[in-house]
């Protein structure tokens, strides 16, 4: 079936150094690509998304790239600081052919070491 | 900014008990959505809303009601408690039109996490 997936489900960085979080979709007519960042003890917060037609987007210090060729989405993290520590999901807009749902998945944890 | 806000952050509840869970967005979203998070099993659709009175099963309704008798209010109802319901639950919501557009970033809420004893 269609899933979203994680390659790794721990990262730890050094603070200042960037940071990569990667994920692999697996549903090829997905338009909509969407970063979320959940905080120990909090919902998840929305960072960045990116649609289908763009390759890269850039934030605040984030930047997500998207490889349409072989389903790869990863967000990218510029001088990674101590309060960037958290679980980060990617989610695509679900196989359910019904508005609005996504499929997210199952998310990595960054540890940002001091 | 969009906020949503949830009734509790955490909730202690015995087997049988019926459990309301209330949800509220205050930037007009059409859509709303429940989810339970559980440790490896990450986030799990429950029911969702795309408007006013409707509702639709997500993808493990099973032991879970919901209301949405006005627009900005969620309500996630657990008729009788379980041990299996302990978990944290989110709410979210998502702008859209009649929830046919797949594009809508879903804003979630604080959170709450019910212990079923």
């Known amino acids: 079936g269609e899933s979203v997936g994680l390659h790794l489900p721990t990262l730890s960085v050094q603070e200042g150094d960037n940071s990569i979080i990667n994920c692999a979709y697996s549903n090829s007519a997905s338009d909509y690509f969407i970063w979320y960042k959940q905080e120990s003890g909090k919902g998840p917060q929305f960072i960045i998304d990116i649609r289908s037609n763009m390759d890269k987007r850039q934030g605040q210090r984030v930047t997500v790239l998207l490889n349409k060729t072989v389903k790869h989405l990863s967000l990218q993290i510029a001088a990674t600081q101590p309060g960037d520590s958290a679980v980060y999901f990617c989610?695509?807009?679900?196989?359910?052919?019904?508005?609005?749902?996504?499929?997210f998945g199952g998310g990595t944890r960054l540890m940002v070491k001091p | 900014d969009v906020k949503v806000t949830q009734s509790s952050r955490y909730l202690v509840k015995r087997t049988g008990e019926k459990v309301f869970l209330e949800c509220v967005q205050d930037m007009d979203h059409e859509n709303m959505f429940w989810y339970r998070q559980d440790p490896g099993l990450g986030l799990r659709l429950i029911y969702f809303?795309?408007?006013?009175?409707?509702?639709e099963k997500g993808d493990i309704p099973e032991g879970y009601s919901v209301s949405r008798e006005k627009k900005e209010r969620f309500s996630l109802i657990l008729e009788s408690a379980s041990t299996n319901q302990t978990s944290m639950y989110l709410c979210?919501?998502?702008?859209?039109?009649?929830?046919?557009?797949?594009?809508?970033?879903?804003?979630f809420g604080p959170g709450t996490r019910l212990t079923v004893l």
């Open positions: 989610a695509e807009p679900g196989a359910r052919n019904a508005g609005n749902m996504l499929t």
């Open positions: 979210a919501s998502s702008s859209g039109t009649s929830g046919r557009s797949f594009t809508d970033t879903q804003y």
């Open positions: 809303s795309y408007d006013v009175k409707m509702k």
